[in-house]
């Protein structure tokens, strides 16, 4: 073999791994969020839709087939059974619960462990962690956290420093993943005085901690915007609750 048939065989070996290893780290093509959100095992959570915008932030996260969600404080169940339809079966969804958060949420925690792995949601899986530790079998392309990032500094999560928690995620993601954070907005200039009492906290100081992590701000969504809450009302007064102003922060580990 001619030293140029060498050297071309060397390049077209290396073009071959470095496709090999991209597709191994790449998620599949753009969700198809609008099956997902059609699917029939989800039925019980269209009327939540219009409210919630689930679909649209999903689009606004970027979400691909294929990927690895972290769904961190999963609540009742809405943002994973979207989650899982839309990375579909290549996909999976890790339901993690701070340890601190499940003692409070019992309910809550059952009911998810009861879906995670269920016929119709073979993709899901639930843990309880420390609320200091934040991990999968596999790195996420997206940790998701929904009206809980204002949760970890207060007592009964542990007091929690911010700056612990958004390393965790941090080294929870794969180079270039995203984090998205909704959370209820409190008055500007108000940091995270009002986490405890009002369960608010102000968009300012999720942004500059989260920065300071290593993230990089990709922008942000109005989906959840409202004009009309003045931040000073707790969020689970009636004339408020289902309405708050809140943000949408999308966030990208660089690489």
């Not at 993943?177 to 907005?185: E, K, M, P, Q, R």
């Not at 906290?201 to 500059?208: E, F, G, M, R, S």
Request: with cysteine.
């Amino acid at each position: 073999m001619s030293q140029k048939s060498r050297l071309l065989a060397i390049l077209l070996v290396g073009a071959a791994v470095t496709t090999a290893c991209t597709a191994a780290s790449t998620p599949g093509k753009p969700a198809d969020i609008a099956a997902a959100a059609a699917d029939p095992a989800r039925a019980a959570d269209v009327a939540s839709d219009a409210r919630r915008h689930g679909p649209e932030i999903l689009r606004f996260a970027g979400l691909k087939q294929g990927a690895v969600v972290i769904d961190l404080i999963p609540g009742g169940g809405y943002w994973t059974r979207l989650f899982a339809k839309a990375v579909g079966p290549k996909g999976h969804v890790y339901g993690i619960w701070p340890k601190p958060y499940a003692m409070e949420a019992k309910t809550d925690v059952e009911t998810y462990m009861k879906l995670a792995g269920s016929a119709d949601y073979p993709n899901v899986t639930g843990t309880i962690e420390p609320a200091t530790e934040l991990s999968a079998p596999a790195r996420a392309d997206l940790v998701f956290t929904a009206q809980n990032y204002h949760d970890y500094p207060d007592k009964f999560m542990g007091s929690i420093d911010p700056a612990i928690f958004n390393k965790a995620v941090f080294a929870a993601l794969k180079p270039g993943g995203i984090f998205l954070v909704i959370d209820h907005v409190a008055a500007a200039g108000s940091g995270m005085r009002d986490t405890d009492t009002l369960h608010r906290i102000d968009p300012a100081i999720v942004k500059k901690q989260v920065i300071a992590a290593g993230f990089s701000f990709v922008g942000e969504s109005k989906l959840l915007a409202n004009p009309a809450d003045d931040h000073t009302i707790i969020v689970f007064d009636k004339k408020i609750r289902g309405r708050t102003d809140q943000f949408i922060y999308k966030f990208r580990k660089p690489g």
